[in-house]
């Protein structure tokens, strides 16, 4: 595993030079490292070499993993993956933001699974690039509606948009319709400014369009183990 922190130094040296090809500042993107399939070891590894963000886009495994690292301090929990809404209060108590609301009744599960008290969660509304209603996100004519119903829920703050890029397009074609679905976000959510995009294959496209957070999962962990 003494690995993990070459590959994380070099995905982040990528990075880094991808921010600076399109003028922008390394230090204003986030980069989440999804830790999914991999054993709870490798995410405390990555806590050691100083990552403070993870990404799962199981419930089950955001739980355990998230139960066996404990509180670590400042660590974070990002929920990036299709979520049903018996699922929202599991979620909602490991995970810092979610990525993947998608519809409302996510949303209300969420917000009701919200406890007495309960800090306000950070949700991204996922958008469908593609045509296939199975890959998760909302439509992009609904966008607006969705983000209107969100805003108003009282304990979820929405800070922006993700989407993972088509499998039969260039990423930098989608990625470019995804900065313009932000711009529409932020005429319902003013300050909703996070566009979550980029994953080992394309987040260097994903810097050039705008993305503030990504999500890196094989680039950083290696290949992921078959599930069983
Ligand atoms: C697995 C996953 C990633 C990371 O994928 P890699 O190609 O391994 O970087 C990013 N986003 C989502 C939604 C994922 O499920």
Known sequence: MDDLADRL?????RIADAARAAGRDPSAITRIV???????????HLYRLGVRDLGE???QELTAKSAELGGLEGLRWHFIGQAQTKKARAIRAA???VHSVDRERLADALEQAAGTGADVLDVLLQVNLTDDPDRGGVTPDALERLA??????RTLRVRGIM???????HPAAAFARLAGYAQRLRTVVPDADWISAGMTADF????AAGATHLRIGSAITG???VRN
């Not at 130094?9 to 040296?13: E, K, L, T």
């Not at 999804?34 to 405390?44: I, R």
């Open 204 to 207: 260097a496209e994903a810097i």
């Open 9 to 13: 130094a070099a995905v982040d040296a």
């Open 163 to 169: 989407a993972v890029a088509p499998l039969d397009e």
């Open 148 to 153: 209107e119903h969100v805003a108003g829920c």
């Open 34 to 44: 999804v830790t999914k399939f991999h054993p709870a070891e490798m995410a405390a």
């Open 57 to 59: 886009n199981r419930q």
């Open 223 to 225: 290949s992921r183990p």
């Open 95 to 97: 995970a810092s933001v």
